[in-house]
């Protein structure tokens, strides 16, 4: 089945720790996405990339880092300069049509202890 | 600025009553207009979008919007709820000869009691 992996779907870190979130698809598309959701906040843009091997950064993009060196996969690095990691965040997908349906994946929720 | 304004962050209502979820937008170009339910703990699917053309829209799962130029909007609608619609509701919208990121409001949260 054609779809958006996201691994782990929870992850605890000591404060101070870089983390590495995953997020694969092989829904062989070109765009790519990832969101940060808090409580009553919605979904704000991290990092989004149109292409392999280039990204832009979203509306929050301090304390976040990303690669994009395959078009499956797009993995997100929470490092330590993020001041409020704890959240849940998502990953998504599109063709890179701004028509297209953004698919989404399962979710990955961070706790910084 | 271009914007998207749920303007209930709640909505409780009793199984088989009808519903409404708000949405407004602000944009100087045109739009293509998304909604997007979540259940607990998961990721986003999409309810249904417009993109062109008539503007009542049908989607999953009973539900529909209607895209009215004049008022900004796109308010989303089901005639009879179920229990199983209880969830989080997010508008977004993409502006025409822009790229292809949505810009998301900040969600309805439908609880929806026996």
């Known amino acids: 089945d054609g779809g958006i992996t996201q691994s782990p779907k929870y992850l605890f870190r000591k404060e101070g720790q870089n983390v590495t979130l995953s997020c694969e698809q092989n829904l062989n598309h070109d765009a790519m996405y990832w969101y940060r959701q808090d409580p009553g906040q919605g979904l704000r843009l991290i990092y989004y990339s149109q292409i392999v091997n280039d990204f832009q950064k979203g509306d929050i993009a301090e304390g976040y880092s990303v690669s994009r060196e395959k078009k499956e996969s797009f993995p997100l690095t929470v490092t330590s300069a993020q001041k409020n990691p704890t959240a849940f965040y998502l990953c998504?997908?599109?063709?890179?049509?701004?028509?297209?349906?953004?698919?989404f994946g399962p979710g990955t929720r961070l706790t910084v202890l | 600025a271009q914007s998207v304004t749920q303007l209930d962050s709640q909505v409780p209502v009793f199984e088989e009553a009808p519903v409404e979820l708000r949405c407004n937008y602000s944009s100087s170009v045109s739009v293509y207009l998304f909604w997007y339910v979540q259940y607990p703990n998961q990721g986003l699917q999409l309810l249904l979008k417009y993109l062109s053309g008539s503007t009542l829209v049908k989607g999953i799962n009973g539900f529909e919007a209607e895209f009215n130029k004049s008022q900004t909007s796109f308010h989303l609608r089901k005639p009879s709820v179920h229990i199983s619609d209880t969830a989080e509701y997010f508008c977004a919208v993409s502006f025409a000869g822009g790229s292809e990121k949505l810009v998301f409001g900040k969600g309805t949260k439908l609880t929806v009691n026996p």
């Open positions: 998504a997908s599109t063709r890179g049509i701004n028509t297209d349906t953004q698919y």
